[in-house]
């Protein structure tokens, strides 16, 4: 659908401009992001706490997404250089259409490519 595109933009906006409000609205009042290696985070007011101070060039794609009634995914890889470039990492962002038919990220679940560091 049309408007799930709108919300991979949306957030590269609000991410890209370090703007915490603007990024929380794009989730459900009871949204959650699963940041790694840190405990949920579990509403608006949470979220934008949560993302203030973060940000800067933020590149998303889609690699598969799908929808039924009120309810959707998009599964895809992110990147902070340049559109198209090679992925820094995946997401998957668990979406439901609110009552003003806007969709709204349920979940935020982000993972890096990158290998963990291991001790020596």
């Known amino acids: 659908p049309a408007a799930l595109p709108r919300v991979l933009r949306d957030y590269e906006q609000a991410w890209g401009k370090k703007d915490a409000p603007a990024l ?12 790694g290696g ?19 060039p933020l590149f998303l794609r889609a690699f598969a997404y799908a929808t039924e009634g009120p309810v959707g995914y998009i599964l895809g890889g992110y990147n902070g250089k340049e559109r198209g470039g ?9 979406l439901r259409k609110g009552a003003d038919a806007r969709w709204l990220i349920v979940s935020d679940v982000v993972k890096s490519n990158r290998r963990p560091q291991r001790p020596q």
């Open 24 to 35: 929380a609205r794009l989730f459900a009042e009871d949204g959650f992001v699963l940041p």
């Open 86 to 94: 090679p992925d820094d990492g995946k997401f998957t962002l668990t």
């Open 38 to 56: 840190n405990p949920p985070v579990k509403g608006r007011a949470a979220i934008e706490r949560h993302y203030t101070g973060s940000g800067g």
